[in-house]
Structures are given as structure tokens and as C-alpha cells.
């Protein structure tokens, strides 16, 4: 492949401070060069490098590739019904989860990896070029093997999530379902996962339960990262920072023990603006996690029940406007964020060596995907120096 050159960027962000100025190391009238799917180098426009291939970016922004770290793409049928319930004032309960299984259990395999592909598309199209995919629609050992495998075909960040709750038929033996997310199930899926994850939260798992799922996944070589602290303060947290957890996620009851404790680790919080605001629930300050020191993540966390988005724009604008952050650090957070949260360093970046994974606003400035909410400002994006 050959090199190419990307000119007329108005802001470069590359999220390397030694590279520019800010939280987001941002290059003004900047330049990039991709050579072999990586980028080969960054800096003001009027030290670029000759480069024979030339690419105009409009005098947009460019910045690195959206990173979502949590989705939950592998699924069938929808819940709108439940959607329009609490809109019109029902509360939100995990219970919602079963309708889920019970389409997806029912769905064949071409219908699952179709779904997977059309709401990936969606994702690329808004800019994301990394993701992350849950199982926890199966929930028996075929169908939670099936979730992975249909989930590895598009991405190596696949989470196995049998105990995302306990299904219906176990509903009088929550031991005997743990025995079996432990056991059979856990070995039927780890080949087809990195992560393991868990709901430890009212209505799903309690921190005893959490801890015996995690642990039995590191026995196996996973990396565990949790969902926690959404519906109420909870252990979610705490656990996820003793088990050394890449992320935890929701976040959005926290008690100042619970933020000290994040603050002195290497566990990311992801926040999930879209749950928030598809439940009608209360947002997480990211401010205090912020102010506190603590890495912070958003992403989509696109699930039919709860947060039926793939826009990043739009979680990053819910982000700036509910929970406080700046345009800059929700900007950070959708990319260098979610990168953390995947223990990736390839990605989330503009850095020579970093992948090619890069994406052209037509607004100049990152923060316009805030100040313009709702408009599709993503003109372009590329992976692995590709445009896609
Ligand atoms: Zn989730």
C-alpha cells in the first residue's frame, strides 16, 4: 500500500500530548501520513512530508477513530414497547432483558449475523472503528457460544456475558444457573472471547455471585470488566477495582469511596449516556470522576432494551451536556477512553505506528459534535487507512 498524505485539516487531534496542544494534543492546520494501514507521521501542515498521494479533508477535523467498548449487537427483535412504557412512566427493571433472550434463542443464525452486520454498518458510518461485543441474549451454552461466534466474525473484542441475568427457567435455582455460567457455558465460550463481564447490580447479581463469575473467567484466561453501580450504589465498583477489571461500567451511582477507588487504579469507568437517557434515569457526574483523576470512558452500549443507539455523536453530546464534561474530555473519552477501557494502545490515538483508523469532521473543531447535536458531521472515515 502506498503512502498517502491527509492536508487541509484545520485541527488534528491525536490525543498524544507530547504531539500537541491539550488534553487532546491537538495539531492546528495539521497534517497526517498513512503508509501501510499505520500512521507514518503527524504535525503541522507546513512540515509535512512530499507525499505523491494527496487527501483533502475539506478543512474539517481529524481525529482518531471512534472506540466503543460496550454494545450489546447480538440480538433479535426490538422493545420499543418497553421503551414507550417508560417514557410514559413505567420504571425501568432488568426484567426486560427476557424478551430479548426469548427472540434471540428463537432467531437463526443468519438473522443474529445480519442484525450484527446492519448495526455495525451504522457504527462505522458515525465514525467508530473499534468495537466491542457482548453475548448475555443466549444464556444456555449453545446460544451463548452461538452470540460469540457470530460476534468474532466482527470484531476480536468479544465479551462473554451468560450472567447477564439469571433466565426465566432458573428463576428458583440461581445457584444452579451460576454452576452452569461457571462451568460449560464459560468453556463453550472462551474460545471465542477476550473479556468476561457481569451484571452485579439490583435484579441481576450480587457482589458474592459477581466475584465467583469473574474469578472462574480469569481461571481461563479472560480479562474481566463489569457492569455496575447503574440502578443503585452498589459493590460494583469496589469489585471491579480488587479484581483489576479493565473497565466498570454505568458508574452512575458512586459514593466518594467508590470514586477514590478508581481514582488509585487501572480500572476505566465507562459511562453510558444513552442508558441514561433511553430509561429517563438520572446521569453520572463525570466532573467528579474527572476532577478526581479517574480515566473515564463513554460509549454507545447498544442494546434494543435500553439504549437503542449506535451514534457516538450523540453520546458524546448527551455526555457534554448531562454530565458535565467539556467537549474536549467527552471527545477524549469516546476515543483515548474507550481505547483504555480495551487495553488497547493501537487505537484511539494519531501517533506514529498507531493503526490508520481515522475520522473527518465537516465542522473544524471536535467540539462542534456537541455544539451541533444531532447532525451527521462525520464526513469520512478510515480503517486501517482504508476508507470505509
Ligand atoms: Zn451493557
Given at each position: 500500500?502506498?503512502?498517502?498524505?491527509?492536508?487541509?485539516?484545520?485541527?488534528?487531534?491525536?490525543?498524544?500530548?507530547?504531539?500537541?496542544?491539550g488534553?487532546?494534543?491537538?495539531?492546528?492546520?495539521?497534517?497526517?501520513?498513512?503508509?501501510?494501514?499505520?500512521?507514518?507521521?503527524t504535525?503541522?501542515a507546513?512540515?509535512?512530508?512530499?507525499?505523491?498521494v494527496?487527501?483533502?479533508?475539506?478543512?474539517?477535523?481529524?481525529?482518531?477513530g471512534f472506540?466503543?467498548?460496550?454494545?450489546?449487537?447480538?440480538?433479535?427483535?426490538?422493545r420499543?414497547?418497553?421503551?414507550t412504557?417508560?417514557m410514559?412512566g413505567?420504571?425501568?427493571?432488568?426484567?426486560g432483558?427476557?424478551?430479548?433472550?426469548?427472540?434471540?434463542?428463537?432467531?437463526?443464525?443468519?438473522?443474529?449475523t445480519?442484525?450484527?452486520?446492519?448495526?455495525?454498518?451504522?457504527?462505522?458510518t458515525?465514525?467508530?472503528t473499534?468495537?466491542?461485543?457482548?453475548?448475555?441474549?443466549?444464556?444456555?451454552?449453545?446460544?451463548?457460544?452461538r452470540?460469540?461466534?457470530?460476534?468474532?466474525?466482527?470484531?476480536?473484542?468479544t465479551?462473554?456475558?451468560?450472567?447477564?441475568?439469571?433466565?426465566?427457567e432458573f428463576?428458583?435455582?440461581?445457584?444452579?444457573?451460576?454452576?452452569?455460567?461457571?462451568?460449560?457455558?464459560?468453556?463453550?465460550?472462551?474460545?471465542?472471547?477476550?473479556?468476561?463481564?457481569v451484571?452485579c447490580d439490583?435484579?441481576?447479581?450480587?457482589?458474592?455471585?459477581?466475584?465467583?463469575v469473574?474469578?472462574?473467567?480469569?481461571?481461563?484466561?479472560l480479562?474481566?470488566?463489569l457492569?455496575?453501580?447503574q440502578?443503585?450504589p452498589?459493590?460494583?465498583?469496589r469489585?471491579a477495582?480488587?479484581?483489576?477489571?479493565?473497565?466498570?461500567?454505568?458508574?452512575?451511582?458512586?459514593?466518594?469511596d467508590?470514586?477514590?477507588?478508581?481514582?488509585?487504579?487501572?480500572?476505566?469507568a465507562?459511562?453510558?449516556?444513552?442508558a441514561?437517557?433511553?430509561?429517563?434515569?438520572p446521569?453520572?457526574?463525570?466532573?467528579?470522576?474527572?476532577?478526581a483523576g479517574v480515566?473515564?470512558?463513554?460509549a454507545?452500549?447498544c442494546?434494543?432494551?435500553?439504549?437503542?443507539t449506535?451514534?457516538m455523536s450523540?453520546c458524546?453530546?448527551?455526555?457534554?451536556?448531562e454530565?458535565?464534561?467539556?467537549?474536549?474530555?467527552?471527545?477524549?473519552?469516546?476515543?483515548a477512553?474507550?481505547?483504555?477501557?480495551?487495553?488497547?494502545?493501537?487505537?484511539g490515538?494519531?501517533?506514529p505506528?498507531?493503526?490508520?483508523?481515522?475520522?473527518?469532521?465537516?465542522?473544524?473543531?471536535?467540539?462542534?459534535l456537541a455544539?451541533?447535536?444531532?447532525v451527521?458531521?462525520?464526513?469520512?472515515?478510515?480503517?486501517?487507512g482504508?476508507?470505509?
Open positions: 500500500m502506498t503512502a498517502f498524505l491527509v492536508e487541509d485539516i484545520a485541527l488534528l487531534v491525536t490525543n498524544d500530548p507530547a504531539a500537541g496542544a488534553l487532546l494534543g491537538s495539531i492546528s492546520a495539521g497534517a497526517l501520513v498513512v503508509e501501510s494501514g499505520r500512521v507514518a507521521w504535525g503541522p507546513v512540515r509535512a512530508p512530499a507525499c505523491d494527496r487527501i483533502g479533508a475539506g478543512g474539517g477535523a481529524v481525529l482518531p472506540v466503543d467498548s460496550h454494545t450489546h449487537l447480538v440480538f433479535a427483535g426490538d420499543l414497547g418497553d421503551f412504557g417508560r410514559t413505567a420504571p425501568y427493571s432488568p426484567a432483558i427476557s424478551a430479548t433472550v426469548a427472540a434471540t434463542r428463537a432467531a437463526p443464525d443468519e438473522v443474529l445480519a442484525n450484527v452486520a446492519r448495526l455495525l454498518a451504522e457504527l462505522r458515525g465514525g467508530v473499534t468495537v466491542e461485543v457482548k453475548s448475555g441474549y443466549g444464556l444456555t451454552v449453545p446460544d451463548e457460544a452470540a460469540l461466534a457470530i460476534a468474532r466474525m466482527f470484531t476480536d473484542e465479551t462473554f456475558l451468560g450472567a447477564h441475568v439469571v433466565p426465566a428463576a428458583g435455582n440461581r445457584d444452579a444457573y451460576l454452576e452452569l455460567v461457571t462451568g460449560p457455558m464459560l468453556a463453550a465460550a472462551a474460545p471465542h472471547a477476550r473479556w468476561i463481564d451484571f439490583r435484579g441481576a447479581f450480587d457482589e458474592a455471585e459477581a466475584r465467583r469473574c474469578t472462574a473467567g480469569m481461571a481461563v484466561g480479562t474481566p470488566r457492569h455496575g453501580n440502578l443503585e452498589g459493590p460494583g465498583v469489585l477495582v480488587e479484581l483489576g477489571a479493565a473497565s466498570v461500567d454505568h458508574c452512575t451511582h458512586l459514593t466518594d467508590d470514586v477514590a477507588a478508581l481514582a488509585g487504579s487501572a480500572t476505566v465507562t459511562l453510558l449516556p444513552g441514561e437517557f433511553s430509561t429517563r434515569s446521569y453520572p457526574d463525570a466532573r467528579r470522576l474527572f476532577d480515566t473515564v470512558a463513554i454507545t452500549d442494546n434494543p432494551g435500553t439504549s437503542y449506535t451514534s450523540f458524546i453530546a448527551l455526555a457534554v451536556r454530565m458535565r464534561m467539556s467537549p474536549a474530555e467527552a471527545v477524549w473519552a469516546a476515543t477512553g474507550g481505547a483504555r477501557a480495551l487495553r488497547r494502545d493501537d487505537v490515538v494519531l501517533r505506528g498507531s493503526r490508520a483508523d481515522f475520522l473527518v469532521l465537516a465542522a473544524p473543531d471536535p467540539g462542534y455544539y451541533r447535536p444531532g451527521p458531521l462525520v464526513a469520512g472515515v478510515w480503517k486501517d482504508r476508507r470505509i
